[in-house]
C-alpha cells in the first residue's frame, strides 16, 4: 500500500513538473489570432526529421532546439529578422518549445509556448509536408 502512495505521488509531481515546465501555453486558435495580427511568428523547434515524418504547421517557421541551443546557424538570422515580434513556439509534447520560450524569454523575447503539433493538426488547421533536411 506504501509503495502505491509513493508511486503515485512521484507520479502526480512529474505531472505537475510537466506542466510547469512548459509555461505560458496557448491555444492553436489563439495561436491563429496573433499570427493574422502580424506581430507574431509561429516556430516548430522539433528535429528535421520530426517534421519530415509528421508535417508542420503551415505558416511555420522551421527552427530546431537543438540549433537554438548550439550554433545557432539558423537561428540567429531568424531573430535578427523578427525583432518586435512575439514567438509562439511548439513541438510534439509542447516540453521542448517551453525550453526553447524560456530561453528565449531570459533573452529578453516575448515568447509563448503553443504545445503540440498534434493540437495544431488535431484543430483542422492547414498543415503542409517538408522533406528531411
Known amino acids: 500500500m506504501k509503495l502505491l502512495l509513493i508511486a503515485i505521488c ?20 489563439e495561436a491563429v489570432k496573433r499570427l493574422e495580427g502580424g506581430n507574431a511568428v509561429l516556430v516548430d523547434v522539433r528535429e528535421p526529421g520530426e517534421w519530415a515524418a509528421s508535417g508542420v504547421a503551415a505558416p511555420a517557421v522551421l527552427l530546431s532546439l537543438s540549433d537554438l ?31 526553447a520560450a524560456r530561453l528565449l524569454a531570459k533573452e529578453g523575447w516575448s515568447t509563448v509556448n503553443a504545445g503540440a503539433f498534434k493540437d495544431w493538426a488535431g484543430a483542422g488547421l492547414p498543415v503542409r509536408q517538408v522533406s528531411a533536411r
Do not use: H, M
Open 69 to 99: 541551443q548550439g550554433a545557432r546557424k539558423d537561428w540567429k538570422p531568424f531573430l535578427e529578422e523578427s525583432q518586435g515580434k512575439e514567438l509562439i513556439l511548439y513541438c510534439r509534447s509542447g516540453n521542448r518549445s517551453g525550453i
Open 10 to 29: 512521484v507520479l502526480a509531481a512529474l505531472f505537475v513538473f510537466s506542466q510547469l515546465s512548459r509555461g505560458k501555453t496557448i491555444a492553436p486558435a
